[in-house]
């Protein structure tokens, strides 16, 4: 099993860009997360998928937008990125049924210039 | 909305000794309370997790506690090694939400 995987990995974007951030996980997970690490700091929730055909706000919705595209994938869309969206960005996923553990992924170091 | 506080934002500590990081939760709704570790570059990973109908739990080297009643919970490692140098985050979550909301985090550094 891969576990949680994204991609990119790293990306620079010029101020106004847009891009996905694409996440998949392969462990039958109903919930899936989106969120961005500034440096020293903690976790911040962007937006969640509770379930496949969900999606809610979280903590610091505003700039993104996400697709669960399926049980599998979800994907985090910034359609004019700024410099105050350079952060790390880490997809989670949970079972949420019993077994609320979040398992992350690699994360995706983003730069807006 | 829940709050969870975290104490301190840098511990250092020599090696062999004890840690305890604590976090307290406003919602007493609130009955999930992991903690994760993240190392410099690394994602986040779960260490140990405790429930409310648990006072204590325990790992080899680490454990949990949780006080309901004061809503507040703590890590406690104990002979700390070099490789437990890291980050570490507490979070708190009800079963009907599948958010977590979590600390700002410790940095918890080991002294040769």
């Known amino acids: 099993n891969a576990g949680v995987t994204q991609t990119p990995k790293f990306q620079v974007l010029k101020t106004g ?7 998949a996980q392969d ?3 109903n919930s899936m997360y989106w969120y961005r690490q500034d440096p020293g700091m903690g976790l911040r929730l962007i937006y969640y998928s509770a379930s496949e055909g969900t999606t809610d706000k979280g903590e610091v919705p505003n700039g993104y937008n996400v697709s669960r595209l399926n049980k599998r994938e979800f994907s985090l869309r910034l359609e004019s990125a700024a410099p105050s969206q350079t952060s790390v960005y880490f997809c989670a996923s949970s079972a949420a049924t ?5 398992y992350f992924g690699p994360g995706t170091r983003l730069t807006v210039t | 909305g829940e709050n969870v506080e975290q104490h301190p934002s840098t511990l250092s500590v020599q090696e062999g000794d004890s840690a305890v990081i604590k976090c307290t939760y406003s919602d ?3 009955n999930y309370f992991p903690w994760y570790k993240q190392e410099l570059g690394k994602r986040p990973q779960l260490i140990i997790d405790i429930r409310s109908n ?4 325990k790992d ?3 454990a949990v506690t949780l006080n309901k009643t004061a809503k ?7 002979e700390t090694q070099p490789e437990d ?5 507490c979070a708190a979550s009800k079963a009907s939400n599948y958010q977590l909301i979590w600390g700002a985090g410790t940095k918890l550094i080991i002294k040769p």
């Open chain 2, 72 to 78: 507040h919970f703590s890590l406690h490692i104990t």
């Open chain 2, 60 to 62: 080899q080297r680490i």
């Open chain 2, 28 to 30: 007493s709704a609130s």
């Open chain 1, 27 to 29: 462990m039958n997970h």
């Open chain 1, 17 to 23: 860009q847009s891009m996905t951030l694409q996440c």
């Open chain 2, 85 to 89: 140098s890291a980050v570490y985050f």
């Open chain 1, 98 to 102: 019993d077994n609320y553990e979040q």
């Open chain 2, 54 to 57: 648990v006072g204590e739990k």
